[in-house]
T-cell receptor
């Protein structure tokens, strides 16, 4: 039983396209996150979201937008893809009100050509 | 602002002990996590410290000093499978916390 699952695992697309990455968690957590890991393996927070609050890292371009249809899902939409968007994107979830570990999905390797 | 610093790479011998240090400067600090990440895989949780002191979990231990903004991860009886990146992450914020990661320490275990 996968706790946090992302699809697709690999995504290759051309510059200028719009794409989405889906994320679902079955842990009953109320908070979900998107992280970007670049070629130097630096893992950087992009968004954190629960049903009350969206926190956006100020360095994230507004071409990136999270969409949460319900508490178990947080999808990442990316418009007008650029070469520099190539990275591995990780979804994660945790439970608010207690500092327990965040669980990560397996990652989506995005390659923009 | 948030700043996490850890060594980029370390090498250690199978069966030995290695200590990976991490220093942090985080506003709204709410605990320190260590994650392990093998190449091409997701980060997996190793340990969490919120109070000063040592937390031991099998071959892995983690230490925290809040006053010094310092933590370390201690790996004992190293095995080849311990070759991975080790990520130090500071939690901040109440309620839904955010993790700020260091750049990771790539540990190579050699025979």
């Amino acid at each position: 039983d996968t706790a946090v699952s992302q699809t697709p695992k690999y995504l290759v697309t051309q510059m200028g396209n719009d794409k989405s990455i889906k994320c679902e968690q079955n842990l009953g957590h109320d908070t979900m996150y998107w992280y970007k890991q670049d070629s130097k393996k630096f893992l950087k927070i992009m968004f954190s979201y629960n049903n009350k609050e969206l926190i956006i890292n100020e360095t994230v371009p507004n071409r990136f937008s999270p969409k949460s249809p319900d508490k178990a899902h947080l999808n990442l939409h990316i418009n007008s893809l650029e070469l520099g968007d190539s990275a591995v994107y990780f979804c994660a979830s945790s439970q608010s009100g207690q500092t327990t570990e965040a669980f990560f999905g397996q990652g989506t390797r995005l390659t923009v050509v | 602002g948030q700043n996490i610093d850890q060594p980029t790479e370390m090498t250690a011998t199978e069966g030995a002990i290695v200590q990976i240090n991490c220093t942090y400067q985080t506003s709204g600090f709410n605990g320190l996590f260590w994650y392990q990440q093998h190449a091409g895989e997701a980060p997996t949780f190793l340990s969490y410290n919120v109070l000063d002191g040592l937390e031991e979990k099998g071959r892995f231990s983690s230490f925290l000093s809040r006053s010094k903004g310092y933590s370390y991860l201690l790996l004992k009886e190293l095995q080849m499978k311990d070759s991975a990146s080790y990520l130090c992450a500071a939690a901040s914020g109440a309620g839904s916390y955010q993790l700020t990661f260091g750049k990771g320490t790539k540990l190579s275990v050699i025979p």
